[in-house]
């Protein structure tokens, strides 16, 4: 059998092939990676100093190092609760993490509302403006709170030259307030928090934290953050990994030890030379690599060979 059973070009259907176990990481909903994750030297410091003093941390490095998989883990250890995420774009901005108000689908209601009543049919009508509210990732994260949240800030150097400064003066004080609420005159509003359906009891449409949230902010480096930003952050960058801890992390994702020589040893060795000279390729190309090569399928030399280029590219151009 080749590695490729399942699509063979030929243009012949074959209803029902069924397809391999997907790879652990691969594998929907995903499955938690706290117990997997190894963290390189000097990481576990710079997480406790960040606890310590309540400053976020912001870890850069090359893509595929860990940065945006840290939190998992930390967030595991001290049962923190599900992890928020605010995923980073050029069009993010903060009111977005705070909370969203969808102003057009409470007009559209209150007109559904009124068309109802003209025409006789029941109607509630209660216009509750939390209805058609939500908090954001950072909205939800500064809620007051006995133990802090884990919010990740997934790739801040993509962000609006002003985002970084907007940022640190909620994270200064810790609060926000609510204009769309205390506009209203609602004193007590319930609002759903970010990525789950447990609403939150919001006063004078202000929010205030109490524990302030463990943060983890990653950047490529795409973009340098303004020093007043990077004062108030712990830094850390992700090291070149090197070769125990490729094999830790093997060992730990696809329970493999990887011995001191032999086939699977000589692409760790391969790997870690190829980053210690500056290549940009990441661990989990070669997870991918070691994953299939080790699978049921009996390969040849040139087809391992072709394996091993295709999933093993530099990950700078194309
Ligand atoms: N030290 C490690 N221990 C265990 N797994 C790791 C480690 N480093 C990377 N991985 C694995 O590599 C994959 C990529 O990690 P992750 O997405 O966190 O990288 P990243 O640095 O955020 O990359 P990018 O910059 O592209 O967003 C994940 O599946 C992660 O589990
Ligand atoms: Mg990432």
Known sequence: MSWNPYYRGDGVVRPGV???????????P??????????????????NA?????????????PGTGKSTVIEQVAAELDLGPVLRWHVTSRSTLSEALYHYDALGRIHAHRLQQEKARTGAADS??????AFMSLGPLGTALLPSDRPRALLIDEIDKADLDLPGDLLDVLERGEYRIEELRREGQELAHLRMSGEDTKHPVRGGHVQCTEFPFIVMTSNG??????????????YTMPRPTAALVREVVRRHLRLDVPESGANAELVDAFV????????IAIDQLL???HLLNGPAQMKDAERGALIGLLMKNLSGA
Not at 125 to 130: K, M, P
Not at 273 to 280: A, C, D, F, I, L
Request: charged share 25%; glycine share 6%; aromatic share 6%.
């Open 18 to 28: 069924s397809l391999p176990d997907p790879p652990p990481w691969r594998t929907f």
């Open 30 to 47: 995903r499955a938690s990676v706290a117990d997997v994750f190894q963290p390189p030297e000097g990481l576990v410091e710079a997480v």
């Open 50 to 62: 960040s606890l310590a003093l309540r400053r976020p941390l912001l870890i850069t490095g090359s």
């Open 125 to 130: 009508g209660v216009d509750d403006i939390a």
């Open 222 to 235: 795409e973009q340098e953050l303004p020093a007043p930003f990077l004062r108030r952050c712990l830094r």
């Open 273 to 280: 030379r190829r980053v210690s000279s500056g290549e940009r």
């Open 288 to 290: 991918s690599t070691l």
